[in-house]
Nanobody, 124 residues
């Protein structure tokens, strides 16, 4: 049974950092692209970072570029999202998801498996 479990969320002050983890089970992470998404209240879920299994290509949304870093440790079947210089507008539920299909992006509608999400709140 495939499962993705996020951890590392919580409350942080503006300018602070958090590291999200996404532990996978029931599949081999190295064979999949991994994406991080977020959904703020009243907004659609958006792709913010993707680590493609095709050559390790990475994608970042403009809103997080230069502040967030996606990575993975295939020995632990785990993906990470390092988030620095956090802003109040980064407040959202964050999800990890994986897909086996080709491509360098992680289209929201094409992901195969999803975690349940974890809340990140950026507030003084």
């Amino acid at each position: 049974q495939v499962q993705l479990v996020e951890s590392g969320g919580g409350l942080v002050q503006p300018g602070g950092s958090l590291r999200l983890s996404c532990v996978g089970s029931g599949f081999t992470l190295a064979l999949y692209s991994v994406g991080w998404f977020r959904q703020a209240p009243g907004k659609e879920r958006e792709e913010i970072a993707c680590f493609s299994h095709e050559g390790g290509f990475t994608y970042y949304a403009d809103s997080v570029k230069g502040r967030f870093t996606i990575s993975r440790d295939t020995t632990k079947n785990t993906a990470f999202l390092q988030m620095n210089s956090l802003k109040p507008e980064d407040t959202a539920v964050y999800y990890c998801a994986t897909r086996l299909g080709p491509g360098r992006r992680c289209p929201k509608g094409a992901m195969d498996y999803w975690g349940k999400g974890i809340l990140v709140t950026v507030s003084p």
